[in-house]
């Protein structure tokens, strides 16, 4: 079975259900299998992003994916015990992007290239700041989170380049670039039939979690 | 005394191409950041002040402020409500109001009757872009009523 990047397929043979799914990323998986054995998943979630359990696969769960342990560590997650790591399985297609050199860009990465040098341009017309080591900072964040769909990029007054992700529902996802692989987030979710607001600034490795944590991972990909 | 705008008014302010993406349709708060030309408050018209066809109101908003500062291709004018701004800013608790300001005609730039500010945002002694004025700017961006381009294509 052909699966994109970032989906993964999941049996759960203890469990007897057989259940055949894709998920459209690794926190979906994990969301759905907390859910499964009780857990809040939002709770495990987070906890797992912080590192104070190790996700085990506590019934054997077999899955087969198409991330990779590389993958799974921009994740911010670490597969630990037993041969847990062994039962991800690589399909052929994906040694690809395993290759060294740069990450395989997403399909629409040379249009967020182009408006962020296009914020540029505007800068210098408009005599604005532009922080160049800002913008890298937010094309190198949309680089890196695979499956991401394209955010909207703008100039904000200090200089630095803001990506936003939304959606319909008032649910976003705002990162504002502040360089040294800092960035400041707003992230907006819905809990409950309520909009409710997390923000801060922190490294894009634990930024990825807050937005994991926020259950709005799929937002990024939306 | 300054006069304030009726909550019931709708205001509207320039958003260039920094603030707007013309590729996502997507506008950022930062749209509301005081900018150099900003200097008493955010500078704002208000809306069907010239005609009640919208269509001429926004033709002439088109004039007036185009004659003070040159609109970027793929900018755009963002309305929202002056109610629905107090309201989106409240839970902040800092002391915002909108009031009129009349522009009058001053070295080749035309008289702008309908102009009002926003007085007390973006909040004293936050710096742009600092959580407090993005969050801001994220509550003010979520109330757009409506958006029409800068420049019209012919």
Redesign the interface.
């Known amino acids: 079975m052909t699966k994109q990047i970032g989906s993964a397929f999941v049996v759960d043979e203890d469990q007897g259900r057989g259940a055949e799914k894709e998920y459209p990323s690794l926190d979906s998986l994990l969301f759905f299998e907390a859910k499964w054995h009780g857990d809040n998943p939002t709770d495990l979630l987070t906890a797992i992003h912080a590192g104070q359990v190790a996700y085990l696969a506590p019934k054997r769960l077999d899955v087969s994916t198409l991330l990779t342990e590389r993958q799974l560590q921009d994740h911010g997650l670490h597969l630990a015990g037993g041969d847990g790591a062994h039962r991800w399985l690589i399909p052929v297609d994906l040694q690809e992007s395993e290759q060294p050199g740069p990450r395989r860009e997403q399909h629409w990465f040379a249009d967020l290239r182009r408006r962020v040098e296009e914020l540029g341009s505007i800068a210098q017309d408009e005599a604005l700041e532009f922080n160049e080591a800002s913008a890298d900072q937010a094309l190198n964040f949309a680089m890196k989170v695979q499956g991401c769909s394209r955010p909207s990029a703008f100039l904000i007054g200090n200089g630095n380049v803001r990506l936003l992700w939304t959606h319909p529902s008032g649910q976003q996802i705002g990162l504002q670039f502040l360089g040294d692989d800092e960035i400041q987030f707003i992230l907006v979710a819905r809990r409950d039939e309520k909009l409710a607001t997390t923000m801060g600034a922190d490294r894009a490795d634990a930024v990825l979690r807050y937005i994991a944590a926020a259950g709005l991972s799929r937002l990024l990909a939306h | 005394m300054p006069t304030p705008v009726a909550q019931e008014e709708d205001l509207t302010r320039y958003c ?6 013309a ?2 349709g ?1 506008v ?1 708060g ?1 749209a509301f ?3 150099p030309k900003d200097i008493d408050g955010v500078s704002v018209t208000r809306c069907r002040f010239f005609s009640d066809v919208i269509e001429d109101d926004q033709n002439e908003i088109r004039r007036v402020v185009g004659s003070r500062l040159k609109f ?1 291709k793929t900018a755009i004018f963002v309305e929202l409500n002056t109610g629905d701004l107090l309201d989106a800013l409240a839970e902040f608790e800092q002391e915002i109001s909108v009031i009129q300001d009349p522009l009058p005609a001053q070295a080749g730039a035309l008289p702008n009757p309908a102009h009002a500010l926003i007085i007390g945002f973006p909040f004293r002694g936050e ?3 600092s ?1 407090k004025s ?2 801001a700017g ?1 509550r003010l961006r ?1 109330i757009i009523l409506r958006r029409f381009p800068a420049i019209i294509n012919k």
């Open positions: 260039g191409g920094a603030h707007f993406d590729d996502t997507e950022n930062s950041d005081r900018n970027g710096a742009i872009g959580l993005e969050l994220d979520r």
